[in-house]
T-cell receptor, first 112, second 114 residues
Framework: LAKTTQPISMDSYEGQEVNITCSHNNIATNDYITWYQQFPSQGPRFIIQGYKTKVTNEVASLFIPADRKSSTLSLPRVSLSDTAVYYCLVGEDGGATNKLIFGTGTLLAVQP | EAQVTQNPRYLITVTGKKLTVTCSQNMNHEYMSWYRQDPGLGLRQIYYSMNVEVTDKGDVPEGYKVSRKEKRNFPLILESPSPNQTSLYFC?????????????FGPGTRLTVL
């Protein structure tokens, strides 16, 4: 299982773009990169997933360089409600075994 | 509405008193899992199930049991709870058609064992 490393915490202000980088040096060929968001006392919520290059949805963008050893979650124009813990995950066999490894995540604090 | 439900949401019990936390999903997902979340340790998988009657241990299975008799339900059983099982528990489900690693989580069950 590929281990991920991401910053413990980040601070930002409303309206700014936030980029959270995750390193996964031992990512396997079949692994996808997935990001989850978790608010206090709630279950994690899927945000975005990618395999290579760039993925964008209505919530965020995910940038993955060619070597796939890292990835960057980009949140455009954050608001106070984006304050949460963000987890970067790298799946085993693309998630086929339903086994997810969550690290401790990055606590993003958005201030007015 | 597509969802994963857990009951109870909060539970305070005493050491050794058997308890069951129920989990149910209405999305016809074949995969279901249980996680516990503790401060500083993140989310850790307890058990998972690939389909009816198919279960396997996750990273921290000691002290827990599960069963998968129906596709929609995946109860977590603590036969003899101990204080170190005080935690926040999440049930999750997914399907191959959802894409890899895209799990839907329940609202959580906060368990306190005295």
């Amino acid at each position: 299982l590929a281990k991920t490393t991401q910053p413990i915490s980040m601070d930002s202000y409303e309206g700014q773009e936030v980029n959270i980088t995750c390193s996964h040096n031992n990512i396997a060929t079949n692994d996808y990169i997935t990001w989850y968001q978790q608010f206090p006392s709630q279950g994690p919520r899927f945000i975005i997933q990618g395999y290579k290059t760039k993925v964008t949805n209505e919530v965020a963008s995910l940038f993955i360089p060619a070597d796939r050893k890292s990835s960057t979650l980009s949140l455009p124009r954050v608001s106070l409600s984006d304050t949460a813990v963000y987890y970067c995950l790298v799946g085993e066999d693309g998630g086929a075994t339903n086994k997810l490894i969550f690290g401790t995540g990055t606590l993003l604090a958005v201030q007015p | 509405e597509a969802q994963v439900t857990q009951n109870p949401r909060y539970l305070i019990t005493v050491t050794g008193k058997k308890l069951t936390v129920t989990c149910s999903q209405n999305m016809n997902h074949e995969y279901m899992s249980w996680y516990r979340q503790d401060p500083g340790l993140g989310l850790r998988q307890i058990y998972y199930s690939m389909n009816v009657e198919v279960t396997d241990k996750g990273d921290v299975p000691e002290g827990y049991k599960v069963s998968r008799k129906e596709k929609r339900n995946f109860p977590l059983i603590l036969e003899s709870p101990s204080p170190n099982q005080t935690s926040l528990y999440f049930c999750a489900s997914t399907s191959r058609r959802e894409g890899p690693d895209t799990q839907y989580f329940g609202p959580g069950t906060r368990l306190t064992v005295l």
